[in-house]
């Protein structure tokens, strides 16, 4: 009766054992995969030949990209802003407000962009915040120019 007794003792640990790597697996994946995860290419976007820049006159560009969300694979309507002074040097702005995330748009009679929500004022030549509440300029995104064309490479912030 004595070896029946251990014999079970040893079943029932061994099944905790078990069930305590069985849960302990998927959580120690979750948190080491960051680790291993492989980084993605630099995905550069045109934006369109540079002619289509009109100096002095911010433009939103509109384009779609792939977004993976794990096994999920799906197409997400994107934009920017693009400001030229002279139709050389160009700058591509992430299209969120950098107070609360909103969008903003140009607000042509008074020459700067603007966010509805809290009325955050940018400055299209630099970014810099001119009045409201945002704590830091708009955030640029790394451009290219090849070929005649405009390239960006879009990150949400």
Known sequence: MSHRREFLKR????????????GAF???VA??????????????IKLGDTGRFEPGTPLQVEFSQTVTDAWVESRALRSV????????????????CT?????????KEKGVFQCPCHFGQFDPKTGAV???????PLDRLDLKVEDGALYTVYQEL
């Open 11 to 22: 079943i029932a640990g061994l099944g905790g054992l078990v069930s305590a790597a069985l």
């Open 26 to 28: 998927p959580a120690l």
């Open 31 to 44: 948190f080491m995969s960051p680790v291993f995860r492989r980084k993605r290419a630099e995905q550069w």
């Open 81 to 96: 802003w693009v400001y030229t002074d002279d139709g050389t040097h160009f700058t591509v702005y992430n299209p969120r």
């Open 99 to 107: 107070h609360l995330g909103c969008s903003y748009s140009w607000v």
């Open 130 to 136: 001119v009045s409201g509440p945002p704590p830091k």
